[in-house]
């Protein structure tokens, strides 16, 4: 991998990962039409640098919540910090559990299929549709909502649903306001991810030569950078309801691989 490809690599995650457009169901989309030997695969370590590199940048952006989090939690008390970090653990443990328990089902679910992608993809338009019609609100997210939130980014482990614009979407309809719907849907996925890279590490499954180290590492800067920016503009979106433009897109998309899928 050369340095050029790595920061492709890396502004496509670090948008991604907060754009409601699916990632991964815009890589199968781009395996099928160019062919899977079109697209290089990244290396799990490679993988790994970049969710790294878009968990950070969600700490940026969020510092001050985070740093209030971590206050409150060392009061040992049951206060508005504790009940928050409870609430993202339960919304973690849908995700783990299917995680664990169908990771052979769902892979079976990657490797070209259009049709399934284009599906989906219409899916998270309409879930974008609805969200952005939805009444604004000042409710926050309880216990049973991030349960529920927890179940749709479940979900969005299938290629196609945006787990950014599904859980938002989520939030919204349930009525939780705007701003604490984004950043409970950011802030959710961050243990997630560190989780995961804490067993690749102890599984001895990441590893590098030295001779990738200055890739990577553009990757990693691309991805921080590029994340930094979209999550910064999806709260802002999501703010102004203006997920409807990603719902058009989304749907577009959605149609033209449904119709590719059918046609070849």
């Not at 060392?74 to 206060?79: E, P, T």
């Not at 243990?191 to 990441?206: A, E, R, S, T």
Request: some cysteine.
């Amino acid at each position: 991998m050369d340095i050029l490809e790595a920061i492709i690599l890396g502004i496509i995650q670090g948008l991604t990962e907060f754009l409601p457009v699916s990632s991964s169901g815009h890589l199968e989309l781009t395996k099928a039409i160019l062919g899977d030997t079109s697209v290089p695969e990244e290396s799990l370590t490679f993988t790994v640098v970049l969710h790294f590199a878009t968990a950070l940048s969600t700490l940026v952006i969020f510092r001050k919540e985070v740093a209030e989090i971590f206050k409150g939690l060392f009061q040992f008390k049951w206060n508005d910090e504790l009940k928050f970090s409870l609430k993202i653990i339960l919304s973690m443990i849908p995700a783990v559990a299917v995680g664990l328990l169908f990771e052979e089902e769902l892979e079976s679910f990657f490797g070209g299929k259009v049709l399934l992608v284009g599906v989906m993809l219409l899916v998270t338009a309409a879930l974008l549709l609805l969200a952005d019609k939805a009444k604004n609100t000042d409710k926050e997210v309880s216990f049973s909502n991030s349960i529920i939130i927890g179940i749709s980014q479940a979900i969005a482990m299938l290629p196609g649903i945006s787990r950014s614009g599904a859980t938002i979407s989520t939030s919204v309809l349930l009525g939780i306001d705007r701003t604490r719907a984004a950043r409970f849907s950011f802030l959710m996925v961050v243990p997630l991810i560190f989780g995961k890279i804490g067993k690749d590490l102890l599984g001895g499954d990441i590893s590098f030569e030295s001779s990738e180290i200055i890739p990577i590492s553009a990757g990693f800067i691309a991805a921080f950078l590029a994340g930094l920016l979209a999550c910064k503009w999806m709260i802002a979106l999501v703010k102004k309801s203006k997920l409807s433009y990603f719902s058009l897109y989304c749907a577009i998309v959605g149609v033209i691989a449904i119709g590719y899928s059918l046609l070849s």
